[in-house]
């Protein structure tokens, strides 16, 4: 790279690809708030979510020369591995263990946080049920924001599709999360509060 230009992306990614390490720094300087971003909705847990960044660009560094512009753009191309090393993860996961020291006394001035923190919990360990492209789907659309033809190459299938496993995880969460499904579309993003308008409740 010569010094003072600003390169646009693919040419970051062409340097990258032929080995320069500063073009690649620049390319995850740009793109890792994402990643993390994803991870931590998705595992829910910022260490596993830095540990799982760290993993996709050590992967990047290794495989960034199979990256192909012309079948899809980087940053799909990046969410695809983000998503599968978050759903490897979460496959390997085992139940939570009560801690040795918990105490079930609790003060009364701890309720509404523990209250607030148990129905985050539910509602999190409820998303996480779902089958893993359902789980993917939501949590592209409804967290992240993407459109759905975004979320639709992203996810390698088509938009019609992606409306299917986005229903499929509605009805799913309304049928397990009884009446925390009120509150969940209450908290809900524009994206699927826009889509639950769309759909008889």
């Known amino acids: 790279m010569q010094s003072g230009i600003i390169e646009t992306e693919q040419d970051l990614i062409i340097h990258a690809q032929k080995g320069d390490q500063k073009a690649f720094k620049e390319l995850v300087h740009q793109h890792l708030p994402n990643v993390l971003a994803l991870g931590f909705r998705m595992l829910n847990n910022a260490s596993e979510a830095e540990d799982m960044a760290q993993d996709v660009m050590l992967s990047l560094w290794q495989n960034i020369s199979k990256y192909d512009a012309g079948k899809a753009k980087f940053s799909t191309w990046l969410y695809r591995i983000t998503a599968n090393r978050c759903l490897d993860r979460i496959r390997k996961k085992t139940p939570e263990q009560l801690p040795e020291d918990y105490d079930p006394v609790i003060e009364a001035e701890q309720l509404d946080n523990l209250y607030n923190k148990q129905l985050s919990k539910q509602m999190e360990t409820t998303l996480q049920t779902l089958p893993d492209r359902q789980y993917l789907a939501l949590v592209l659309f409804h967290y992240q924001g ?10 390698e299938c088509s938009s019609e599709a992606v409306e299917s496993l986005l229903a499929r995880a509605r009805r799913t969460l309304k049928q397990k999360l009884g009446p925390l499904w009120q509150e969940f579309q209450n908290n809900s993003s524009p994206n699927l509060q826009e889509q639950n308008r769309g759909e008889v409740v």
């Open 146 to 155: 993407h459109r759905m033809t975004e979320v639709a190459e992203i996810m």
